[in-house]
């Protein structure tokens, strides 16, 4: 389980993949109306931007 900012979250993704995953699942636990920018926050240090 990854917690935290989402640099060190991403960084705990990385490690999973890094080791051989092929896929991470995320869920990320905020408010309805904060889920959207907290995805955006998380796609940056992910590499998805």
């Keep these: 389980m990854a ?3 989402a640099d060190a979250t991403a960084a705990r ?3 999973h993949l890094d080791a051989g995953g092929d896929h991470v699942p995320l869920q ?3 408010s309805p109306d904060k889920l ?3 995805r955006a ?3 940056g240090p ?3 931007q």
């Design 3 to 5: 917690h935290g900012t």
């Design 46 to 48: 992910l590499g998805l």
């Design 28 to 30: 990320v636990l905020t």
């Design 13 to 15: 993704v990385k490690q």
């Design 41 to 43: 926050e998380l796609a």
């Design 36 to 38: 959207v920018p907290a």
